[in-house]
């Protein structure tokens, strides 16, 4: 596996592998996030589900809506999509405001990406929110892991 800016490169008679150096002009690839999929998955059956923006009973003004630097508004407005994922009515404002901020945490693989890992409690985070094999979980890796392709 190659970790970082290098490149994988051959492997040598040792069976080591080697890298490439990507160059002074490397360029990451671009991240294509699905929208759609994050209207109609990630806010109401992560965000909202899980109230990221403001917190649960007791923890009001401590979460993402004010005390941290991704900052999410409160999302309670209906799914704007169908049962197929399709997009079929006016998405609400909240939803552009926290697919925008949640761009900055999202890198192009799932395990480096903190909107993956802090949830799950495997980077900084004040608490576990799901596990790694919460539907969740599994939706966000998917999302981000989709996006890299």
């Known amino acids: 596996m ?4 290098s490149a ?9 592998l ?6 002074d002009n490397f360029i990451a690839p671009d991240l294509q996030l699905d929208e759609a999929f994050f209207y109609c998955r990630i806010q109401p059956e ?4 899980h109230s990221c923006a403001g917190g649960l009973d007791g923890e009001g ?10 900052r999410l ?5 209906p799914s704007p999509c169908d049962d197929d994922g399709v997009i079929v009515d006016t998405v609400p404002d909240s939803y552009r405001a926290n697919l925008e901020a949640v761009r900055f945490s999202v890198q192009s693989d799932p395990l ?4 993956y890992l802090r ?7 004040p608490r576990e929110i799901y596990d790694a094999q919460d539907e969740a979980a599994e939706l966000v890796f998917d999302w981000i892991s989709a996006g890299a392709q």
């Not at 994988?8 to 080591?16: A, E, F, I, M, Y």
């Not at 003004?61 to 991704?70: F, K, P, Q, Y």
Request: with cysteine; proline share 10%; aromatic share 0%.
């Open 2 to 5: 190659c970790i970082g800016l």
């Open 8 to 16: 994988c490169g051959p492997v040598d008679d040792n069976g080591v």
């Open 18 to 23: 080697g890298t490439v150096d990507p160059g």
């Open 46 to 49: 992560v965000l909202t589900e």
């Open 61 to 70: 003004g401590s979460c993402h809506d004010s005390r941290s630097a991704l």
């Open 73 to 77: 508004l409160d999302a309670p407005e």
């Open 112 to 115: 480096s990406s903190p909107l």
């Open 119 to 125: 949830p799950i409690n495997r980077a900084a985070h």
